[in-house]
Every structure is written in C-alpha cells, then in structure tokens.
C-alpha cells in the first residue's frame, strides 16, 4: 500500500483553522438564545472584611430578575478540591458560591445579579449596599507564615494549609555534612494571570417539561464540569444536566475547574424558568479566575569535588490564595517530585508548604507545578557550576542519568521509561553555536550590550489524566466519526486524531469528524489537561480504529467472497490486495443486511505511569547595561517527544508554550499590595504579555526516543515550551550579569528595571 500522505509524521494544516480564519467560530458568548437573561457579578473591593449586604432597592430596578447572595444560595454546596494528602489529610476551607459575612480577597464573589439586559444587570450591581468592614489581610507566603501574621482562616495558624516532606531529611543532611561543596539558590517563582484570548461564558438554559439544564461553557471539559456542579454543588442528579463546550479560544489548564459562576447560573435558570447568560469582562478574569505559578524556593546541592552530585535539599512555599481551587494543593505537592530533573540525585529531601493568603486562588496553569521545578533544578545546576568553576554542558554531561540506566527510579519515585538527555543537550549546542558564543560576546561588547547563554535540560511527567475513551463509526457517506472526551481549546484534535485513523484507512482528514465536548451525545470524558489528549485519547482513537478496521475486513470479505486476511483499506475503500475489486466504505455502510453493531466500535486507555517527555532549551540574549533591556537573540530547542504524530502541530504548541515561558521570565507578574491586598497589575495597563518582538525566531527539532510506556510511543508535549523556556531564558541571563558584573541572581520576571537596579547596585559596591 503507498505511504499515506495524511498519516501519522506528517505535517498535515489544520482543518479547523479555515472555519476560525473566516470567523466562523462558535464559541461560548456567540451563543445567545432567544429571551436570554444577563447576568453580573459584584465583587469585593477589598482583600478582607466582613460586610453585611442590602439588595432591596436594587431589585426594585426596572429590568432586573433576580438578585443572589449568600443567604439565598445557602442550600448549595461549595466547590470542591479534590487532592489531598495520602497520609496526613486535610479538611479544605468552605469554598462557598457566594460570600456569607467574610470575604477574603480582591474579587471574592458577594452576589449575582440577573437582569433583562446587560445595562439594567450593571445599574443593579451599582445599586446594592453593602457594608463593609476591612481587616487586616496578608500578601505573599514569606509573611503569611511570619509569626502575628493576619490569619486567612483561624483553623489554619500560620496560614499553613500542610506542612509535607519528601524523601529522606536525615540521609540529605548526612550528606550535606560531608560534601566537599554545596551550591545554593534562593528564588521566586511569580504569580501568573493567564489571560488566554477568550474570556470565561456561560448560557444557562432551563427546559420545565424535563426539569433539566443544559450550561454551554467555554471550558477544557465537559464532563468533570457537570459531575461537579451536580453531585457537589447543585445536587441534583447528573442525568437532570448537559454541559456543551463549542470552541474554546485557549484554555491553559485555568479552564478545567469549576467555577462560581457556572452553578450561580445553573441555580438562576431553573429558579427563573429561563435562560441566563454570563460572560467575564477581563476585569472579571484578572480578579475571578484562578492563577498560576507563586512560590518562593530554597534549594541547596551537595556537590563532590569532581562536580557530581551527591544530594539536593529543597524547601519550597506554594501560595493557595484564599481558597483551594480544585488541584490548587496538589501543584507544588506533586510538581515537587519532579525537582530531581534529568539527573543522577541518589538523595534527596523537600519541605512543601502550602499556605493561604488574601488572593486569588491559584491553581494549574500550563505544566502544573512541573515548569516550577523545572525552574528549581536548572537554576540550581548552573549555580552549582559557578560554585565548583565548571562550564553549564560540562556539570550536567557529569550528571545526567545515562540511557543505559533506564528504567531509572529517581528518588522521589519516578521512573522514566527512556531518553537520551546528553544527545539533545549535544545537539542545541551544535545548533546553537555555542563553541563560537565567546567571538559574538566581544563583538557585542563593542557595541556597549553583554552577552549572555544560557541552558536548561528539562523533563516533566504527563499523560496521567486517567481513563480515556474513543468511540468509533462508520457514517452512511462512507465518513468516519469520532466521539472522544477530551476538548480541545486550539491544540488542533480535530486534526491529530484524523490522522490517526488516516494511518490506518487512508482517508482524508476531511472526512474524520471529531464530537467533543457534549455530555449527551459523549459517556465519559476526562477533558483536555497535563498533555493527556494524545498520549491517552490518541491510543483510544488508535486502538478503536484497528477495531473497525478489523470489522470491516469482515463485512467486505462477504461482499467479496474473499478470505479477510486477503483485504487491504485505503482511501475509504477495502479492496482485495492486487487486484481491482473493492467495495467503498459507503457500500459497506449501506449493504443490505449489515449489522449496525459491526460500523461502531470504542476502546479506552489509561497509563498510570505517564510519559516524560525532555529536551534541551538554548537561549543566548544581549542585555543594554544603560536601560537594563533584554533582547533575545538566538533559541534553540531539542525535545524528545518520543514520536511526532504532526511535526506543524508540534511546533505550534512547542512554539507556544515557549512565549508563555518567555513572558514569565521577561515580564509577567501579578503584583498585589502588601498593605491592603488590592491586585495593582488588575488591567493590560499594568500587567505586560509578551509580543512577538519579545521573542526571536526559534530554532526546533526533535531528537525522539521512543515512550515505552504508550503504545504509540509518544510523550506529551502540550506543556513542554513553557517548562524548559523559563530556566533557559533566566540562565541566559545571569550568564551575562555574571560575566560583566558578577551578578549570580535575578528573579522573574527580569524587568529592565530589575536588570538597571542590579546593575547599579554592583557599580556602586565596586566603587566602594
């Protein structure tokens, strides 16, 4: 049979820019149904106080159907998260749908106003009194744990939701007693506001005559969402609810929860008897939505003279905010066992602490607690090789785990399956011209800039969503439909998966229609996150198109009179192998006397191991010592993704992740008071996203070695850009500091001002 041209490894465009491109979209405020309700949230103005509240003349208003507080939800449950620690649980903080009495940070949710229009529902909210009474707040975890701190929740002294170790404190301080040297860093991972394009929405409709909803969200997932509001918060069966995700214009893990306002619209439709609409402004994402990133680490290496690496001991802060989102505890709890990295670490010991403060809360947000240790280890290797005199490659060749190693257990119990981490720090080198880097550096120096280069090998694990499911089938026309649980929000599914069953059939992904995100029309979906689509969904769709396959060599060896193991399928047709009879999938589909069972099949995956996928980020920039501006000029990227499905696709999402890290490292942070809690970047006037000028053009490749956990051999890869970006970019950076100036530390975002202030502050002390 000849190559298939739209198969697996190959660059097919995706199909679903066309419809997007011409702006035929449908995404979750295009949805407006006749007689539809707007709805708004009030908000606190303040990070803490308790407050009493008067809806009275607001819902006299002309055009206003409903008012909600906290006392008119009371019935309902709050949200849930849903980690806790395995031996030592907690019990999570109320996390109710509305404020009762106390509020706890900027834009803590106080009532829900619904109204004919969206004007009359703002007249309203500027109507209702309420008033408030301010206490002290707390801002940033190093002094949420100082001692006389203001108390988030009085069950938690010290703001501490847990304190939890990992691995072997006694081994790790033995072993730091003896070490020849030991490098340390102390650093800040800040807090990210995701801000993708589309803003959160939400359509409540109410059907009586079934007593049943049906919520239209802009989400990663269709299915947690409705488990949720209904068993948890609504409680009301889950049968009574449909939950719709048209297109989603960007998601970044922060769509995955369950939010407020969801269950405030479920709650008001069905008390209305009507449809009600809501739809976040980005005022309402900057103070509404859940955010990323936020701690505040110290991790030492013991280090043996010849530069190996003896132990690591790690003591790490993960900012909650005021209360746990659904994963939020888990991010640093898990992301922690990824700080070994890529290397050979025999001992190892981490203190996690999570702790509450008077913010928003935070949660997963693209690579979840993986590109936060990621930042630890990579950070920690290069000062590591500034402490022993040794050149950044030269360190981790010494410590990288060797493939002949694999499977290797870390010591915080991964085990990576396989990878070549020395062949892609190799080849980003070779790329990246690192040999030649001194020429361009005094060259630069000419010109008045320092040049800097800067690595970070990295390694994240993915692909541990759970159980995914793909149904299968053959449509009259001779199509074929998929029906799969996971959403996507730009990662081009509808693409990838077609290609799948090209691989197989041969046919064009034009004639593979993807369903997503329809609770009625789909059983069971685990939604889009931690890169599971391809690494679970992909094996699913795979496995469940050999099973069709199989049936319809069965079915076309009775039409052909042939032996099945006689029959080959390609470009929609099975036909017998050599000659010219076949019969069109079509034909299959319409025979007289097929059974309907034999055109629909489904299988289902779930690796409990996970992929992890790694690779190489090389980044050089120049800095300006008179502004402190930095430019990126050269980056390089070498990933093991085990197997590339579509090589366009992947680069879009490497490409991707990549400028989120790089904003990270450059410029974004979500910046609160730490007097009265108030979020100062509230606005694009303050809070900075990178630009295509921020970046540079960007060199990728892959070096793969195949998964041996996944049938496909595939590793995730949706995350990755943003894991090993912001090390590189910071390292690249320091680099050139510390050539110049000896300057070893700088924390994200590096802001010119940041670089200037650092920079002066050494020229004064040198000229003492």
């Given at each position: 049979m000849a190559p298939i041209k739209f198969g697996v490894g190959h660059s097919v465009r995706r199909k679903e820019d066309d419809a997007l491109l011409r702006g035929?979209?449908?995404?979750?405020?295009?949805?407006?149904?006749?007689?539809?309700?707007?709805?708004?949230?009030?908000?606190?103005?303040?990070?803490?106080?308790?407050?009493?509240?008067?809806?009275?003349?607001?819902?006299?208003?002309?055009?206003?159907l409903s008012i909600l507080t906290g006392d008119d939800v009371s019935e309902l449950g709050g949200l849930p998260c849903l980690f806790n620690l395995p031996d030592k649980p907690f019990k999570a903080p109320d996390y109710p749908i509305l404020a009762r009495g106390e509020v706890r940070h900027v834009g803590d949710a106080v009532a829900f106003v619904v109204a004919e229009t969206l004007p009359q529902a703002r007249d309203a909210l500027e109507a209702i009194e309420v008033e408030w009474r301010p206490l002290p707040a707390v801002v940033g975890v190093v002094n949420a744990v100082k001692k006389d701190a203001p108390q988030v929740w009085p069950q938690f002294p010290g703001n501490v939701l847990f304190d939890a170790p990992i691995g072997d404190k006694a081994a790790t301080e033995a072993v730091f007693a003896t070490a020849h040297a030991v490098a340390e860093i102390n650093i800040v991972n800040p807090r990210i506001i995701t801000n993708y394009m589309e803003t959160r929405a939400v359509v409540a409709e109410y059907d009586t005559s079934r007593d049943h909803l049906t919520l239209t969200?802009?989400?990663?997932?269709?299915?947690?969402?409705?488990?949720?509001?209904?068993?948890t918060v609504l409680k009301i069966p889950v049968d009574k609810m449909r939950v719709i995700c048209p297109d989603v214009g960007g998601g970044f893990g922060t769509k995955l929860f369950p939010y407020r306002e969801y269950a405030l619209a479920a709650y008001a439709a069905r008390k209305l008897r009507r449809g009600v609409k809501w739809a976040a402004d980005r005022a309402d994402h900057f103070v509404g939505d859940?955010?990323?990133?936020?701690?505040?680490?110290?991790?030492?290496?013991?280090?043996?003279?010849?530069g190996k690496f003896l132990a690591m001991d790690v003591d790490l802060m993960g900012d909650m905010g005021a209360y746990l989102s659904t994963f939020g505890p888990y991010i640093p709890f898990g992301g922690a066992g990824m700080l070994p990295g890529l290397y050979d670490i025999k001992t190892f010991h981490c203190r996690v602490r999570t702790v509450f403060t008077n913010t928003v809360p935070v949660d997963a947000y693209r690579g979840a607690g993986r590109p936060e240790a990621a930042y630890v280890i990579e950070r920690l290797v290069d000062a590591a090789a500034r402490?022993?005199?040794?050149?950044?490659?030269?360190?981790?060749?010494?410590?990288?785990?060797?493939?002949?190693?694999?499977?290797?257990?870390?010591?915080?119990?991964?085990v990576y399956d396989s990878g070549d981490f020395a062949a892609h720090l190799k080849r980003a080198m070779e790329v990246g011209n690192w040999k030649e880097f001194p020429k361009r550096a005094k060259a630069a120096k000419k010109h008045g800039l320092v040049r800097g280069i800067g690595l970070a090998s990295y390694v994240e694990v993915c692909g541990t969503m759970g159980e995914e499911t793909a149904n299968l089938r053959l449509d009259p026309n001779g199509d074929v439909t998929i029906l799969i649980g996971s959403q996507s929000s730009g990662q081009g599914h509808q693409t990838a998966y077609a290609q799948l069953v090209a691989e197989q059939f041969g046919l064009s992904p034009e004639r593979v229609h993807?369903?997503?995100?329809?609770?009625?029309?789909?059983?069971?979906?685990?939604?889009?996150?931690?890169?599971?689509?391809?690494?679970?969904?992909?094996?699913?769709?795979?496995?469940?198109?050999?099973?069709?396959?199989?049936?319809?060599?069965?079915?076309?060896?009775?039409?052909?009179?042939?032996?099945?193991?006689?029959?080959?399928?390609?470009d929609g047709t099975v036909r017998v192998a050599g000659t010219d009879r076949s019969i069109s999938f079509a034909d299959l589909a319409k025979r007289e006397g097929v059974d309907p069972a034999k055109l629909a099949t489904s299988d289902k995956f779930s690796s409990a191991d996970g992929t992890y996928p790694n690779g190489t980020h090389l980044v050089e920039v120049e800095i300006d010592p008179a502004t402190g501006k930095i430019q990126i000029v050269n980056y390089t990227i070498v990933d093991d993704f085990g197997m590339t499905l579509n090589p366009l696709l992947l680069a879009g999402q490497v490409h991707g992740g990549t400028m989120q890290g790089i904003g990270q490292a450059l410029m974004e942070q979500a910046v609160y008071d730490p007097q009265d809690g108030q979020l100062i970047t509230g606005s694009f006037m303050d809070y900075a996203l990178p630009r295509a000028a921020d970046g540079a053009p960007i060199h990728f490749e892959t070096h793969n070695v195949p998964c041996k956990t996944n049938p496909l051999g595939v590793k995730g890869a949706g995350e990755a850009g943003a894991i090993g970006s912001c090390p590189a970019v910071v390292n690249a950076i320091i680099d050139g500091l510390w050539r110049e100036y000896h300057i070893d530390s700088i924390d994200m975002p590096a802001t010119p001002e940041r670089v200037w202030m650092a920079i002066r502050q050494h020229e004064r002390q040198h000229r003492l």
């Open positions: 035929k979209g449908r995404y979750t405020d295009d949805h407006a149904p006749q007689a539809t309700a707007a709805a708004l949230v009030l908000r606190s103005p303040h990070a803490h106080a308790t407050f009493t509240i008067d809806a009275g003349r607001a819902r006299g208003l002309p055009g206003v969200i802009g989400s990663q997932g269709s299915h947690r969402l409705r488990d949720i509001l209904c068993q859940a955010q990323g990133r936020d701690n505040v680490t110290t991790a030492r290496m013991a280090l043996a003279e010849d402490k022993l005199g040794l050149s950044p490659d030269a360190i981790r060749r010494k410590n990288f785990i060797a493939p002949r190693a694999m499977p290797y257990t870390t010591a915080t119990g991964k993807i369903v997503q995100g329809d609770t009625d029309k789909i059983a069971t979906g685990l939604g889009t996150g931690g890169s599971a689509s391809i690494p679970s969904g992909g094996v699913a769709v795979e496995r469940a198109t050999a099973k069709l396959g199989t049936n319809l060599r069965e079915l076309a060896a009775e039409a052909l009179e042939a032996g099945a193991a006689d029959l080959e399928i390609s």
